[in-house]
């Protein structure tokens, strides 16, 4: 009997789209081929958020490959987008409507991990004619719309080390992102981890931990993944700005721990599929979770994928294990 079919969906892409809009397009690529390598038949759907439903077939068993990612300035389309194919009753790749909600929502994912004892950056929400924050979070401080992701609103001067640098940083984040919290952390001091997990066999497996690298970057430059160091080929921070899997030996206990870290917030973000756990170290070098992604990028350059390639994942492979998982937590035979 044939593989059922598998329905690939994306959101239309603009020829003006930011770059981090517009790599949807390579995220199709490279599952469309992945699926073809697997011998599984397929479609690809460009759908308007508002037209998610007239683009699903109910009852025909296909499998929904959900890379209906939210645009920038209106994070939550995407939950949106992802209940309504619970609705469906179809299974989809990556995980539910409220693990997405949770985790789009920094101030929220930050709770949720802090109140079951995962340590996070201090922090809080930036709220009108309440300037306390800045007497009770140490700087430097890192500032950041509290719902996007890929790194918006990290742009040009995340970084603020004197109070009016901060309080003017807030009122132009406040105005690109409006109706958006602006959160205000800490800047920890410590080395940068990214924690890709695949889902397979119906558990978490956590691939090689890579560590981001800013040795490269200009002096006085902050050393965060801002977006310009992932987006913007041409900029001194994405040249500076090195992805590199540290292996076992004398950093074995600390990448065990980092993995750890990673593998709480997965179950208690309630993650499926795949996912990336985005972690720090504080000043006595504790593993700190910066954030939490649902449905990271797929793209052939991102983390990802890299991260399986260091496990000798092909694309094709760790698709395969992304529509098993699907089926198998959507309940599809």
Known sequence: MSAPAVAILHPPVGVDADASTADVLEQVEVVAQALEENGI??????????????????????????????????????????????????????????????????????????????????????????????????????????????????????????????????????????????????????????????????????????????????????PIVSYEAKWEERHAAFRGTVRRFPEGGDEGDLLAAVQAVALQAWHLTGLAGYARVDIRLDEGGTPCVLEVNANPCLAPDAGFLAAAAQAHLTPAAVIAHIVAAARRARGAS
């Open 41 to 222: 038949p397929h479609r690809v759907a460009e759908v308007p958020f508002a037209s998610v439903w007239e683009a699903l077939r109910p009852g025909s068993g296909e499998v929904v490959f959900s890379l209906l990612e939210a645009p920038p300035g209106a994070p939550h389309l995407q939950a949106a987008a992802t209940a309504v194919l619970e609705l469906s009753g179809l299974p989809f790749t990556g995980s539910g409507s409220s693990a997405i909600w949770l985790t789009t929502d920094k101030v929220a994912t930050r709770a949720v991990l802090a109140a079951e004892g995962v340590a996070v950056a201090p922090g809080a929400p930036l709220r009108r004619g309440d300037a306390s924050v800045f007497q009770r979070i140490p700087p430097p401080w890192i500032l950041k719309p509290a719902r996007e992701d890929a790194s918006l609103g990290l742009d040009g001067d995340a970084v603020a080390v004197t109070r009016e640098q901060a309080e003017a940083r807030a009122e132009e984040l406040s105005t690109r992102f409006p109706g958006q919290p602006i959160l205000v952390e800490h800047l920890l001091p410590g080395r940068e981890f990214n924690v890709s997990i695949l889902e397979r066999e119906g558990a978490p497996w956590v691939l090689p931990v890579a560590e981001m690298d800013f040795s490269g970057l200009p002096a006085g430059t902050p």
